[in-house]
Antibody, heavy 120, light 110 residues
Framework: QVQLVQSGAEVKKPGSSVKVSCKAS????????ISWVRQAPGQGLEWMGG????????NYAQKFQGRVTITADESTSTAYMELSSLRSEDTAVYYC?????????????WGQGTLVTVSS | QSALTQPRSVSGSPGQSVTISCTGT?????????VSWYQQHPGKAPKLMIY???KRPSGVPDRFSGSKSGNTASLTISGLQAEDEADYYC??????????FGGGTKLTVL
């Protein structure tokens, strides 16, 4: 059973960038997709995008196109999500999740979440 | 891509059944049998409860069931228990390796 461990909480200034990592252990990293989902305080879940490490090509929600970059390093079984031009509305918990294409793009395994706070 | 539509809240008494709806379009819910449901308790990561419309991952009680008709999917929880009180989110594949979530439904066990 894969476990996903994310990097720690971040505090960023408006206009800056943040890069969150998601390290997988205990399973096969490359053959699954990794999705990134965020949740603003008191709000719902929002899919940002995903990547299948073995293919290396990421897909992004239209809302985040041009501002988010999702990458994966197979050698370290780690996925990354970088969000740029941060604004206060980007304050949220960011989750990575192992997404199974063969299970209808559902996600059984989730990281613990990383709180990103954007504040001047 | 617009979020799927869920009721903001539902409630039920212990032992009763509740159903949460999730309405999308023919481009997501109606176009694929790839609807999943997640349970989220406060401060916790989401937990997968249903995938592929009606399948349960190992360990999920059979009190949880899913279905779909047209552009609307549903999650039914029978024999409500106190620990079922949580937020529930539907999610659908929307083509081109994209997924979309619903706005979430708060379930209160009275």
């Amino acid at each position: 059973q894969v476990q996903l461990v994310q990097s720690g909480a971040e505090v960023k200034k408006p206009g800056s960038s943040v890069k969150v990592s998601c390290k997988a252990s205990g399973g096969t990293f490359s053959s699954y997709a990794i999705s990134w989902v965020r949740q603003a305080p008191g709000q719902g879940l929002e899919w940002m995008g995903g990547i299948i490490p073995i293919f290396g090509t990421a897909n992004y929600a239209q809302k985040f196109q041009g501002r988010v970059t999702i990458t994966a390093d197979e050698s370290t079984s780690t996925a990354y999500m970088e969000l740029s031009s941060l604004r206060s509305e980007d304050t949220a918990v960011y989750y990575c999740a192992q997404t199974e294409v063969v299970r209808g793009f559902s996600s059984l395994t989730w990281g613990q979440g990383t709180l990103v706070t954007v504040s001047s | 891509q617009s979020a799927l539509t869920q009721p903001r809240s539902v409630s039920g008494s212990p032992g009763q059944s509740v159903t949460i709806s999730c309405t999308g379009t023919s481009s997501d819910v109606g176009g694929y049998n790839y609807v999943s449901w997640y349970q989220q308790h406060p401060g916790k990561a989401p937990k997968l409860m249903i995938y592929d419309v009606s399948k349960r991952p190992s360990g999920v009680p059979d009190r949880f069931s899913g279905s779909k008709s047209g552009n609307t999917a549903s999650l039914t929880i029978s024999g409500l228990q106190a620990e079922d009180e949580a937020d529930y989110y539907c999610c659908s594949y929307a083509g081109s390796s994209h997924v979309v979530f619903g706005g979430g439904t708060k379930l209160t066990v009275l």
